[in-house]
């Protein structure tokens, strides 16, 4: 329905009895769902005009929040919950740098036990509110059922994810935070250190030295200068180890199905395909991501087209190479060399033919081990980990849809529109669990390109299926838990004319084939309508059904349909103030004079049941609905 089919009240009706409604401003961040299960979602333009919305800030609760307000003290001794007090209780289970720690300590209990076996992290898991992990933690889906639903957060000291069950995560409701940054140059310089070991066989000459020999010529090695490196990835640390190779004299060469070509431009490197990268290189340095697509891609099939000779670098994660393919390819001389960070299994076997052999240089997953690098990482994980136990949404969040800072404070105001929206559209529902079809409607100026609607659309999804799901529902398992209710969400957006400033003018709740608690709030098209918009900070309901209303959505709400004749106003106001319930809002949207029209009355307490049913016996009131937000 376009707004110009809302019927908005013929005189400005709306009485504001109170609250002037300033604007909360909390700290915002975040980002939704990126993971598996998304509900099907499409997409539809069309044009229509509409007025604009103000701009201001959310208070966001997305995530379960643990409230702290005092420090503590830390203990690096198992936590006995007997004895805790509220504050939220941090589990490390692997060695985080100093600084990271205070800032835990700053906040929570935190518990640093390292080296646990995978059957000593589920039995006591349940303790804990958060637990951060590096790459030796293995996070499967037993961790989170161990939790019992205790565990909000999982914060991941570094890049790769691939040691956390994301999806298990998701279902359960706790979001998963990394640190993407604070390792990248440790990681690149890594990858430059083994390449140059590699090509003149230092950690070999090394060894064969300690061991009492001087082999002068049995370690002649090869020159960087003029070769072709082909970086495979080229995100953070791809693009760092292309600039350093690019330093050395190499000629850089990259493969990255994802990467913006403006970005390789930039550090001077072709972005080439698969196949040409890895048959034209002679040196190959594996960046990439382990994902079910990226598993194994260097395989008997994928050395077989790679230049004889060719050396492999590898720092990123040791699946993404069929171990065993490498030893045949090293073993028939098409791979001459290998330098290896990273293995399938870690630690490898001792026996491990990979690690054995001569042509190999190893280290134990030491990309991200400098100093300056954990230090990063650690603040920046514990920064992330407790914004998540604040209850804010996440900048660094992995199974939540990812907006960038920017976006998302503009955005901000909005989110609390469209949870209350969704919160509201549901409670209309007679019966409750039928939704089936949700449609939400975007009216904006702005080009649908410059318009992240994701985070939106969790947040309705959230307010709709909470309160009809009895499971813990949040941003990052909202989608998931929509999808397992057979729940589909569409959007459409209709560009407007009013100021792009804003980057959502209006917002429209639509769930369809059901049947409505409050009559009134079926438009013509048979669906449960609602809309909002977000004015002077405020999120505000300005059309239930077909018709336009204008109240503030805070506290509680009460719709009722009457006859639009004198005294209404005064009297629902009567009876709520008999009752001690404090009137935030009103306003009255009709078709036309003298014909039906809807109050929408904002209250700040819950009217007791006898209230309402005063409200109810008033003979013009036609039907009437309380609504909690
Ligand atoms: N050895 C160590 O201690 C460290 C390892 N790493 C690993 O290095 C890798 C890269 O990390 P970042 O650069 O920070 O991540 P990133 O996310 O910035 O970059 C990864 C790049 O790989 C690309 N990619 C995805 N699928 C691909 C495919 N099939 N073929 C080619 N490229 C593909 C992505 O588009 C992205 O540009 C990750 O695996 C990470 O876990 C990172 C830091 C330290
Ligand atoms: O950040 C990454 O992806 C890494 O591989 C670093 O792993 P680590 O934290 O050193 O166990």
Redesign the pocket.
């Known amino acids: 329905m376009a707004s110009s089919a809302c019927i908005k009240p013929v005189s400005n009706h709306a009485l504001t009895y109170s609250s002037s409604k300033s604007t909360s401003k909390s700290s915002l961040v975040s980002f939704l769902s990126t993971t598996a299960s998304i509900p099907t979602i499409s997409l539809k333009l069309s044009h229509s005009h509409s007025c604009h919305s103000q701009r201001s800030f959310l208070v966001n609760n997305a995530l379960k929040t643990v409230h702290t307000s005092q420090s503590s003290v830390s203990s690096s001794k198992d936590l006995d919950s007997s004895s805790l007090d509220s504050k939220p209780t941090i589990l490390v289970s692997e060695k985080l740098g100093d600084a990271g720690l205070q800032v835990l300590r700053g906040f929570g209990h935190v518990e640093c036990s390292y080296d646990l076996s995978p059957e000593d992290l589920c039995s006591k898991i349940s303790s804990f509110d958060a637990l951060i992990v590096r790459s030796g933690t293995k996070v499967t889906r037993q961790v989170f059922e161990a939790a019992k639903g205790k565990l909000k957060v999982v914060g991941r000291a570094?890049?790769?994810i691939d040691n956390v069950d994301l999806q298990a995560a998701t279902e359960f409701g706790c979001l998963v935070v990394n640190a993407?940054t604070a390792?990248?140059i440790a990681?690149a310089e890594?990858g430059i250190a083994l390449l140059a070991a590699m090509a003149r066989n230092v950690s070999q000459a090394d060894a064969s030295m300690k061991a009492g020999k001087w082999q002068r010529s049995k370690y002649v090695g090869v020159s960087m200068v003029g070769k072709t490196l082909a970086v495979?990835?080229?995100?953070?640390?791809?693009s760092e180890v292309a600039r350093r190779a690019k330093g050395l004299g190499m000629n850089v060469i990259a493969?990255?199905?994802?990467?913006p070509a403006d970005r390789a431009r930039a550090v001077g490197v072709d972005l080439v395909s698969f196949d040409e990268a890895i048959s034209t290189a002679d040196f190959i340095s594996l960046?990439?991501?382990?994902?079910p697509?990226?598993n194994k891609?260097f395989n008997d099939d994928t050395f077989g087209k790679m230049k004889k000779g060719v050396r492999i670098i590898n720092?990123?994660?040791g699946g993404v190479i069929d171990e065993d393919a490498l030893v045949r390819a090293l073993d028939n001389g098409v791979v001459a060399q290998a330098a290896l960070?990273?293995f399938t299994e870690e630690p490898p076997s001792e026996d491990s033919k990979l690690v054995q052999h001569e042509n190999v240089t190893v280290t134990p997953?030491?990309?991200?081990s400098t100093k300056e690098a954990q230090e990063g990482v650690a603040v920046e994980i514990a920064e992330a980990v407790l914004g998540a136990l604040k209850g804010e949404l996440s900048a660094t969040a992995v199974n939540a849809p990812m907006v960038a800072p920017e976006v998302l404070s503009e955005l901000a105001p909005y989110v609390v529109l469209a949870e209350k929206l969704g919160k509201l559209a549901v409670q209309l529902v007679a019966g409750g669990g039928g939704v089936k079809s949700v449609k939400v409607v975007y009216r904006s100026a702005r080009d649908p390109d410059d318009l992240d609607t994701r985070l939106l659309r969790a947040t309705i999804t959230k307010g709709i299926i909470e309160p009809i799901s009895n499971t813990y529902i949040n941003l990052v398992n909202a989608d998931f838990a929509a999808k397992q209710k057979g729940l589909r969400i569409s959007e459409e957006r209709i560009v407007v004319d009013s100021s792009p400033e804003f980057p959502v003018d209006t917002i429209q709740v639509q769930i369809s084939n059901v049947d409505s608690k409050f009559a009134s709030a079926i438009s013509e098209n048979g669906n449960i309508s609602i809309e909002g918009k977000v004015k002077y900070g405020v999120p505000h309901l300005t059309c239930v059904g077909s018709f336009g209303v204008d109240v503030s959505l805070e506290g509680n709400l009460i719709l009722c349909r009457q006859v639009d004749q004198p005294g209404m106003i005064g009297t629902v106001g009567n009876i709520l103030g008999e009752h001690n319930v404090n009137v935030s809002f009103m306003s009255v949207g009709r078709t036309s004079p003298r014909k039906k029209a809807i109050m929408a009355i904002g209250v700040d307490e819950e009217p007791t049941k006898e209230a309402l049913g005063k409200i109810g016996s008033v003979p013009a009131i036609d039907e009437f609905v309380f609504l909690k937000l």
């Open positions: 570094g890049v790769g993407p390792n990248t990681a890594h495979m990835g080229f995100g953070k640390v791809g493969h990255d199905p994802y990467a960046h990439m991501p382990l994902t697509t990226t891609i720092v990123a994660r960070d990273v997953h030491l990309g991200a």
